[in-house]
């Protein structure tokens, strides 16, 4: 039973940043030194604390919260409740932590405009938070659009050409994903006149098996949702805000927002419109195609990248993609595997974006090839870029493989190959892409023709004189979390959370639920696949990395592929004119509607 | 009559996108996603609307006049404090990104050009 | 992309897109006749358990005053945001001082426009205050009262000159009052809970319907968001005034 004192809990994991982050507005301007740095990785950390009791209170039962008290009446729902199962809580947690990590990252960096960034990153961390607990379709929306608006300041936050217009991009197009997710919530709502999940869901399973306004509702929702995740063809946003968005900012858009955002989409899905039999088609099909899609075109765009950020972002779009196809996949298993894989993404990319911070800030620079050899004073920073290259590519410890293992086993009995083949491409894609970023800075390989031509963005440098340790620490803890270190259970509980999620959360709020589920490990069909993606890695590393050692024919043959008309049109594509970018959302979203009207009708 | 408010409601949408992706300049732009959003307004409160009722203001009435539905009209006035505080970031963008570069046609506007 | 191809793309995808539209608005439920469940049971028992007459400011504050936090503390964000945007790039210490006009001739007010402005802002600050302090009775509440009174405060600028008009709005009280706007709201959810009641949890006294204090904690959580309202909107005014000056150096603008 839930004791009533972590009863009381629920709300403080959103209230707790927000108040901090407004008393920080208040008084901002006088406090002294790093007092803002140290206040905002307490809060960050309370948050973390809060989140860890409430997932450890949360395992026999989910803690259903009333806002302001306004229990259902009558058979009504009335006002908005938070619904804090074990998986909302780990997630919770590792968002805490994630931006713990960023404050200590970030101590000293900003020091011109009084404690702004700390407010605003404060505002994204109780956004994030509320969006992760609530249970309320509307409430929902509202935590998206104030992470949102965070995120939109925060990008610009360096005032410099290039960011402004990245966070231009970024805005514009979030912002038509905001009003799809209005329009879908107004149709929502005139189907079920409720908001809550479990008062709506009730009435679109009954009303939805063949009224096109549910499948329109949640495709507009879903569209929205899909532009903030990061999936073809709605990513091309992320490309641009992430590679000039300052490094702590960056830490938290890929390891928290943008995978937190396919989270909801799952939520929406399982909570809502998984009674749907067209809904449940286009998840089967069409969302479980677009996240192999978006995994494969992601790995291979990152491939091409030499601005460090902006592969890392590249990255982040063909890791979403993975967690898009968890979530097309459903059930315990694959769910497991979508929050195994968030939280260990998460902490890779964190890392990596770090590491690309330090050598910003130590080097000048996060161009690739003018990087090369520059890395060796920060040579600490190579090795855990060299582990998180690897974790990246598929290696079969920590936190990512165990989720990969999950999807790939939920896979069985789906068109599996296809799905394993666009995951082994995609992670050695990006795992190879990382490793030989590594080589490349921190040892020197990897000479090329013509890499003293400057590549895009070359005036750019981070605040130099923070000291190194403080920059690495923080880096360290997350890699460390990622290996798994202390955590020998982390599957089973993360199963056995999932199983929960799915069997509760939709009714949590106007019913009793059931009794705690379990659900055992699945073997996994293909013990090899780590072994091949982490060989497969190294080759693509390698392949740029030691380009002299190579027989001519290879060469020959590989840069054929590589350099063919088809890549080379992944990167006209991503042109940054926000024009092209509405279009492909235009584009998206007829595909949607020629998707749903197939599945309405055969279905 | 019926299907007017969704009409309106889709054309709306429709035209704020078109004038979006053929805009030239940033600051129409603006102006197109303030008509989309728009759009939203007449959706949500075309939802709620009753006909024969009054606005749910109970100030000189009974309370059992029938009323329209108050819980989209307060979504929609959420969605305003949205897109007012969206279009003064947008706005202040662009302000910066035209000292910046010269120009705010959203064409010759790329992030990170090559 | 061209123009051109773009626009051929899109009325491609605008063809793809009609008939799911047709379809969905074809089906939607009949416009203005079918019923409203949630909306009637508010609508119905508000009076006799808050004894508020406005149902939107109930729902708003009461019901739903979680969305209402989450709104504030975004206008907080945006309006944090555009100041970082508009005043990093001057420095703060220059926003405390009126700068010049650059090179455009400064001209006197006429006197008509100071006269009617000097007429119309007390009585729209007035106006302003009372759509404030009637949130729970009758249209209006702190969202509304604050755009007003921000928009009244422009009249200052308008009648009498720039250099008056940041002597006399000064950025760090409304920094201050912005932030103690959403203060304000996040301490009425956390308040309730020292009683141990729930999160936003009603526990002031509700005194009588059509009164002026009426509805418990509708009123502080309206007070907290009127100041932040007002500061927010007031403090864009000022910032998107000072891009018109050239800075003293003669740089920037």
Redesign the interface.
């Known amino acids: 039973m839930i004791d009533p004192a972590a009863a009381t809990l629920a709300p403080l994991p959103v209230a707790v940043p927000l108040l901090a982050g407004a008393l920080l507005l208040l008084v901002g301007k006088f406090l002294p030194g790093r007092l803002a740095d140290a206040l905002a990785t307490s809060a960050a950390l309370l948050t973390l604390v809060i989140d860890a009791r409430l997932a450890a209170q949360t395992g026999q039962g989910p803690l259903v919260y009333w806002m302001g008290h306004w229990q259902p009446q009558g058979g009504l729902t009335l006002g908005i409740a938070l619904v804090i199962g074990q998986a909302q809580a780990m997630l919770g947690a590792f968002m805490a932590l994630l931006f713990a990590a960023s404050f200590v990252f970030a101590w000293g960096y900003f020091e011109d405009i009084r404690a702004f960034f700390h407010v605003l990153m404060l505002i994204l961390l109780g956004a994030l938070q509320g969006f992760c607990l609530t249970h309320d379709l509307?409430n929902l929306f509202?935590w998206f659009?104030v992470m949102s608006?965070a995120a939109?300041?925060l990008t610009?936050y360096r005032?410099?050409?290039?960011?402004?217009?990245?966070?231009?991009?970024f805005?514009?197009t979030n912002?038509?994903g905001?009003?799809l997710i209005?329009?879908g919530?107004?149709l929502a709502?005139?189907l079920g006149n409720a908001?809550d999940f479990g008062a709506l869901a009730g009435t679109l399973a009954h009303r939805g098996a063949t009224d096109p306004v549910a499948v329109a509702a949640f495709c507009m929702i879903a569209i929205g949702l899909l532009i903030k995740g990061a999936a073809l063809p709605f990513h091309f946003w992320l490309a641009?805000a992430h590679?000039?968005a300052p490094s702590p900012v960056s830490v938290i858009f890929s390891g928290a927002m943008v995978p937190l955002a396919l989270f909801g989409l799952g939520k929406i899905y399982w909570d809502l419109f998984e009674p749907v039999p067209a809904v449940q088609l286009l998840m089967r099909t069409l969302f479980l195609a677009l996240g192999i899609t978006t995994t494969v075109i992601g790995g291979l765009a990152c491939l091409r990248q030499r601005?460090l950020k902006?592969l890392l972002a590249f990255s982040t779009v063909s890791h979403g993609g993975i967690l898009l196809i968890g979530i097309a996949l459903s059930g315990p298993v694959a769910l497991g595997g979508v929050l195994l894989y968030f939280i260990g993404h998460g902490l890779v990319k964190g890392a990596l974006f770090m590491v690309a911070g330090i050598l910003l800030a130590s080097a000048g620079g996060v161009d690739e090839l003018w990087l090369r050899g520059r890395g060796r004073p920060v040579w600490p920073a190579g090795i855990l870029m060299t582990l998180a290259g690897v974790m990246l590519g598929g290696a079969p410890f920590g936190l990512m493989d165990s989720g990969s293992r999950l999807i790939g086993a939920a896979a069985a009995g789906r068109p599996e190959k296809w799905i394993l083949m666009a995951m082994v491409l995609g992670t050695a894609c990006t795992g190879g892409a990382v490793l030989r970023g590594a080589g490349r800075i921190f040892l020197g390989l990897g000479a090329m023709a013509g890499e003293e031509a400057r590549?895009?963005?070359d005036e750019e440098s981070e605040k130099p004189d923070r000291p190194l340790w403080l920059m690495m620490l923080p880096t360290a803890v997350l890699l460390v979390a990622a290996v798994g270190v202390g955590m020998p259970h982390a599957d089973a509980m993360v199963l056995h959370a999932a199983a929960r999620f799915l069997a509760w959360d939709r009714s949590a709020s106007v019913g009793p639920v059931g009794p705690p589920l379990t659900v055992g490990a699945p073997q996994s069909a293909h013990p090899f696949m780590p072994w091949l993606t982490l060989a497969l890695t190294v080759l693509i590393a390698a392949h740029d990395l030691g380009r002299s050692r190579w027989p001519k024919t290879w060469l020959r043959a590989t840069d054929r592929v590589l350099c063919s008309s088809w890549f080379t049109a992944i990167d006209r594509t991503h042109?940054?004119?926000?024009?092209d970018y509405?279009?492909w959302i235009?584009l998206g979203t007829a595909l949607f509607s020629v998707s749903s009207a197939v599945a309405l009708y055969a279905g | 009559?019926?299907?007017?408010?969704?009409?309106t409601?889709?054309w709306l949408?429709?035209v704020g996108?078109?004038g979006?992706?053929?805009?030239r300049h940033?600051v129409h732009?603006i102006g197109c996603?303030t008509v989309?959003?728009s759009?939203?307004y007449i959706?949500?409160l075309?939802?709620?609307?009753?006909?024969g009722s009054v606005?749910?203001?109970?100030?000189a009435r009974s309370?059992?006049t029938p009323?329209?539905?108050?819980?989209?009209?307060?979504?929609v006035?959420?969605?305003?404090?949205?897109g007012a505080?969206?279009t003064?970031?947008?706005?202040?963008?662009?302000?910066?990104?035209h000292?910046?570069?010269g120009t705010v046609n959203?064409?010759r506007?790329?992030?990170?050009?090559? | 992309m061209t123009?051109r191809m773009?626009?051929v793309l899109?009325a491609l995808c605008?063809l793809m897109i009609a008939p799911a539209?047709v379809a969905?608005?074809?089906r939607?439920?009949?416009?203005?006749?079918h019923p409203?469940p949630?909306?009637?049971a508010?609508?119905?028992t508000?009076?006799?358990q808050r004894h508020v007459?406005?149902?939107?400011s109930?729902?708003?504050f009461d019901?739903?005053a979680f969305?209402?936090l989450g709104?504030e503390l975004?206008?907080v964000?945006?309006?944090t945001?555009?100041l970082v945007?508009?005043r990093g790039?001057r420095g703060e210490s220059l926003s405390d001082r009126a700068a010049q006009a650059g090179e455009r001739p400064v001209c006197e007010r006429s006197e008509a426009v100071t006269l009617a402005c000097r007429l119309f802002f007390p009585i729209i600050v007035t106006f302003g205050i009372y759509v404030i302090m009637h949130a729970q009775?009758?249209?209006g509440?702190g969202?509304q009262g604050g755009a007003i009174i921000a928009s009244g405060t422009l009249l200052l600028y308008l009648g009498e000159s720039y250099r008056l008009w940041r002597r006399l709005v000064h950025s760090l009280l409304f920094d201050m009052m912005e932030a103690t706007g959403a203060i304000v709201l996040v301490l009425c959810g956390l308040g309730p809970m020292l009683r141990g009641a729930a999160f936003l949890e009603n526990v002031l006294p509700l005194g009588q319907t059509?009164a002026l204090i009426c509805g418990g904690i509708i009123l502080v959580e309206n007070a907290g968001v009127a100041l932040a309202?007002t500061a927010g909107f007031i403090l864009?005014l000022v910032?998107?005034l000072e891009?018109t000056r050239a800075t003293r150096d003669g740089g920037?603008?």
């Open positions: 509307f509202v659009e608006v939109f300041a610009a005032l410099e050409a290039d960011p402004l217009e990245g966070a231009l991009n805005t514009v912002s038509i905001s009003f209005l329009g919530i107004a709502y005139s908001l641009d590679a000039v601005h902006r590549g895009p963005t042109d940054g004119v926000v024009g509405v279009l235009l | 009559m019926n299907y007017l408010p969704w009409v409601a889709a949408f429709a996108i078109y979006v992706m053929t805009s940033y732009l996603l989309m959003q759009a939203t959706a949500l075309s939802v709620g609307y009753r006909f606005a749910p203001i109970f100030y309370d059992s009323a329209v539905d108050p819980v989209l009209q307060a979504m006035l959420t969605d305003i404090v949205v505080t969206v003064a970031l947008l706005l202040a963008l662009t302000l910066q990104v000292k910046k570069r959203p064409e506007l790329r992030p990170l050009r090559p | 123009r773009r626009l899109a605008a539209v969905v608005i074809g939607m439920p009949a416009f203005g006749h409203l949630y909306g009637d508010i609508n119905r508000t009076v006799a007459t406005n149902m939107v109930a729902v708003n019901y739903r969305d209402t709104e975004m206008l964000a945006a309006v945001g555009t945007l508009l790039r009775l009758t249209p509440g969202f059509g309202v864009l910032e998107f891009e920037g603008s």
